[in-house]
T-cell receptor, first 113, second 114 residues
Framework: GENVEQHPSTLSVQEGDSAVIKCTYS??????FPWYKQELGKGPQLIID?????GEKKDQRIAVTLNKTAKHFSLHITETQPEDSAVYFC????????????FGTGTRLTIIP | DTGVSQDPRHKITKRGQNVTFRCDPI?????LYWYRQTLGQGPEFLTY????????KSRLLSDRFSAERPKGSFSTLEIQRTEQGDSAMYLC????????????FGQGTRLTVV
């Protein structure tokens, strides 16, 4: 089955700086890669996603890049703000199966004021 | 609010007791998923329904676990004879039919087995 690795597990950045979180996946046929933000005591919330026919997608301060050849994708947050502090999960959906998500192990992002 | 709703939010139970959780998905979503999340880990897939049919179960779902989705609406997840290792956050998600459609998660039910 699909396996997703995520790093770093923790990341601290100064407010206003950029944060980058990286993930690799194992199934080269996977073609949908969402990123979720999870705040304490809440369920994961989708913040951005990318499909395999696209190399980059941007939404305001958040961007995701995908390298299909290397089987890795990254989340970029620019101009970080205190409210960006949370745990971020990458995920992949393999082409076979029922659209179930395989998640990475998460990155705890802390924005230092 | 038309998001995914889970009940209860927290459950503390003694080892050996049975517990049942409920999930109300977004009304027009025909896909419903249960995931389990332990501390410091990402959610892990447990089971999937399309309408009322349970189409996939993870090997994580032992015989003590059962899930239903009568009439293709809300879903219940029951754990029989709970063990301490069952302590986790149980998350429900729903999505509509289609490739790579967004899955919306509920707030989860945090189970503590003492």
């Amino acid at each position: 089955g699909e396996n997703v690795e995520q790093h770093p597990s923790t990341l601290s950045v100064q407010e206003g700086d950029s944060a980058v979180i990286k993930c690799t996946y194992s199934d080269s046929a996977s073609n949908y890669f969402p990123w979720y933000k999870q705040e304490l005591g809440k369920g994961p919330q989708l913040i951005i996603d990318i499909r395999s026919n696209v190399g980059e997608k941007k939404d305001q301060r958040i961007a995701v890049t995908l390298n299909k050849t290397a089987k890795h994708f990254s989340l970029h947050i620019t101009e970080t703000q205190p409210e960006d502090s949370a745990v971020y999960f990458c995920a992949a959906i393999p082409p076979r199966g029922n659209e179930k998500l395989t998640f990475g192990t998460g990155t705890r992002l802390t924005i230092i004021p | 609010d038309t998001g995914v709703s889970q009940d209860p939010r927290h459950k503390i139970t003694k080892r050996g007791q049975n517990v049942t959780f409920r999930c109300d998905p977004i009304s027009e979503h025909n896909r419903l998923y249960w995931y389990r999340q332990t501390l410091g880990q990402g959610p892990e897939f447990l089971t999937y329904f399309q309408n009322e049919a349970q189409l996939e179960k993870s090997r994580l779902l032992s015989d003590r676990f059962s899930a239903e989705r009568p009439k293709g609406s809300f879903s219940t997840l029951e754990i029989q004879r709970t063990e301490q290792g069952d302590s986790a956050m149980y998350l429900c998600a729903s999505s509509s039919t289609g490739r790579g459609t967004e899955a919306f998660f509920g707030q989860g039910t945090r189970l503590t087995v003492v």
